[in-house]
T-cell receptor, first 113, second 113 residues
């Protein structure tokens, strides 16, 4: 059971470049989330989705975009990368029913230089 | 303004002794609290949770206590083991939302053999 899978695991971007962080889950969860974690800090919510076709902003959405065309996939797009976007990014999912805990991917470590 | 606070960035405990990790919150709308454990280069993994209608939840060596009037919760690990060495994040949800987690900044627990 793969759970939540993120790709790539590591990436170095130059300022101004763009990229898409991929996230897929195989648990048929309705809810999906993107968080970022800066050194010594907790995770902050970037965007979330309650189902295919529905997305909304979290606490720190500036500089990012998302889409949710299927239940399984929730890619995060960075346009015009900036050094402030250097962080570790985590995708997570949770179920509408049952327990409320979210399941996390392994993370993508992104460095913008 | 941090809604979930973990004021101790680090804690060291001897193997076999009790570890107590603390967490405070400010938002009265939170009604579900979770603890996550994180090893380096991995995503957070769910450890234990508690609903606001309870004041204690126990799972093996792990017990979470909730004091609603003080807006305080704590995680007790007894007995502590070297494998428990990790960063522990406190997180909170309010059930009327899409279950987005609001995280504290984490406490690095080191269990000394």
């Amino acid at each position: 059971n793969a759970g939540v899978t993120q790709t790539p695991k590591f990436r170095i971007l130059k300022i101004g470049q763009s990229m898409t962080l991929q996230c897929t889950q195989d648990m048929n969860h309705n809810y999906m989330y993107w968080y970022r974690q800066d050194p010594g800090m907790g995770l902050k919510l970037i965007y979330y989705s309650v189902g295919a076709g529905i997305t909304d902003k979290g606490e720190v959405p500036n500089g990012y975009n998302v889409s949710r065309s299927t239940t399984e996939d929730f890619p995060l797009r960075l346009e015009l990368a900036a050094p402030s976007q250097t962080s570790v990014y985590f995708c997570a999912s949770s179920d509408l029913r049952g327990n409320t805990e979210a399941f996390f991917g392994q993370g993508t470590r992104l460095t913008v230089v | 303004d941090q809604q979930v606070k973990q004021n101790s960035p680090s804690l060291s405990v001897q193997e076999g002794r009790i570890s107590i990790l603390n967490c405070d919150y400010t938002n009265s709308m939170f009604d579900y609290f979770l603890w996550y454990k994180k090893y380096p280069a991995e995503g957070p993994t769910f450890l234990i949770s508690i609903s606001s209608i309870k004041d204690k939840n126990e799972d093996g060596r792990f017990t979470v206590f909730l004091n609603k009037s003080a807006k305080h919760l704590s995680l007790h690990i007894v007995p502590s083991q070297p494998g428990d060495s990790a960063v522990y994040f406190c997180a909170a949800i309010f059930s009327g939302s899409a279950r987005q987690l609001t995280f504290g900044s984490g406490t690095q627990l080191t269990v000394l053999p």
